[in-house]
């Protein structure tokens, strides 16, 4: 088992910044990577951005190439999602997922973190 624990939701004015945070605890050997997602009322999840465990590449959905950033302290088996530029469609609630085991598919989720941008 996996754990997530998302933080650093909150409201912002358009063009602010915030970082979310996602603490994982539990068997963190077992995750090949480390996703976010997010998902607006009445829309249906959607990926923000992903980072390997075992390299440096980052993958990001267009909507926030450029202005969202992932990175991850292992020694805090914790992963960041930076967002600058936040724009108003960018409300939502975030969720951490993990990649663990066989199959690549993202198997644990986090309990999510509410992002509202005002105009």
């Known amino acids: 088992q996996v754990q997530l624990i998302e933080s650093g939701g909150g409201l912002v004015q358009a063009g602010g910044v915030l970082r979310l945070s996602c603490a994982a605890s539990g068997r963190i050997l077992s995750v090949n990577a480390t996703g976010w997602f997010r998902q607006a009322p009445g829309k249906d999840r959607e990926f923000v951005a992903a980072i390997p465990t075992s390299s440096t590449n980052t993958y990001y959905a267009d909507s926030v190439k450029g202005r969202f950033t992932i990175s991850r302290d292992n020694a805090k088996n914790t992963v960041y999602l930076q967002m600058n530029s936040l724009k108003p469609e960018d409300t939502a609630v975030y969720y951490c997922?993990?990649?663990?085991?066989?199959?690549?598919?993202?198997?644990?989720w986090g309990q999510g973190t509410q992002v509202t941008v005002s105009s």
């Open positions: 997922a993990a990649a663990a085991g066989a199959g690549g598919q993202y198997n644990y």
